[in-house]
């Protein structure tokens, strides 16, 4: 049986809207913040996404593994990006150093060093404030979408029945496999496995993790096989496809499609006119001048 996110219907700005209307303005976001590098228009997507975030009615108990995941997968690739200076050297041309560091030891000959840089430092906080607002806006979809409207949602915006009800079935996949993964290791631990004592090499950690992966691969493909037997059997695809949900939109609703398109607009034409660039402040350059 499929399942879904953990949704809960609340008293909240995202869930006054229609789903079909935030879901518009969350693609106009989405391009607008990716449109620029500069942070100065960066904190202005990064403070509407906190905005959001917090009128949301999303707990941190229901987000928390969710968001410390994004967390650390956000502040490692910065620190990467500043450690490595990778992905910035398309957008600046010259570094301005504030210190070096080398190690006091040599691998075959080459001396490892550090070089921390006004540019490096001011893309790694670029690079975490633009992804941090994206991943905000993304992580609170499926808390706030009520599952039962994924697919007259998704048909509202146009796009075909077949394709509607794929975004459905994919939406709901992710919750359906991470539950089916969480009964197997149960399951095995019943059984007397030790998945905590898992040694060895990465290749035998994976070996030896075949206990759950078999079973859970195989229940997904079962499971898919049941869904298409049961859309035959329904006769999914030969017409037009009713939809039980009526979704309605109002003055509101207008207002945040607007509201994203006019966003989404001003960035394009700010990006045209070569404004939103990488952008670092002119005292931090004079003070690492010296």
């Not at 210190?99 to 921390?116: C, E, H, M, N």
């Not at 609170?140 to 007259?152: E, F, M």
């Not at 035959?232 to 017409?239: K, S």
């Amino acid at each position: 049986m499929l399942v879904a996110w953990r949704y809960r219907n609340r008293k909240s700005l995202i869930q006054s809207f229609d789903p079909r209307a935030w879901l518009i303005f969350y693609a106009c976001f989405l391009v607008s913040t990716l449109a620029f590098w500069d942070v100065r228009p960066l904190l202005f997507f990064f403070t509407l996404a906190m905005f959001v975030l917090f009128t949301s009615g999303v707990t941190w108990k229901e987000m928390r593994r969710a968001f410390l995941f994004i967390i650390g997968f956000v502040v490692f690739f910065a620190i990467l990006t500043f450690l490595t200076g990778r992905g910035g050297s398309e957008l600046y041309g010259q570094e301005h150093l504030i210190r070096q560091y080398k190690a006091s030891f040599s691998i075959l000959g080459w001396t490892p060093t550090l070089d921390v840089t006004v540019e490096r430092a001011f893309y790694a906080v670029s690079q975490l404030v633009r992804v941090s607002s994206i991943a905000v806006m993304t992580i609170l979809i499926p808390y706030s979408l009520n599952p039962s409207l994924y697919g007259v949602t998704f048909k509202g915006l146009g796009l075909p029945d077949k394709f509607a009800y794929a975004m459905d079935l994919t939406m709901r996949f992710i919750p359906t496999f991470a539950r089916d993964f969480q009964l197997t290791m149960d399951a095995q631990r019943a059984r007397g496995y030790e998945i905590e004592k898992l040694n060895g090499g990465i290749v035998e950690q994976v070996r030896k993790m075949a206990p759950i992966f078999v079973p859970v691969t195989i229940h997904a493909i079962i499971s898919s096989e049941d869904i298409i037997d049961a859309m035959d059997l329904r006769a999914f695809g030969v017409g037009p496809r009713t939809w039980l949900e009526v979704l309605n939109r109002d003055l509101k609703d207008r207002v945040l499609i607007w509201f994203g398109v006019a966003i989404l607009v001003g960035s394009l034409i700010a990006g045209f006119m070569g404004y939103g660039k990488f952008w670092v402040p002119e005292a931090l350059l004079r003070l690492a001048g010296g």
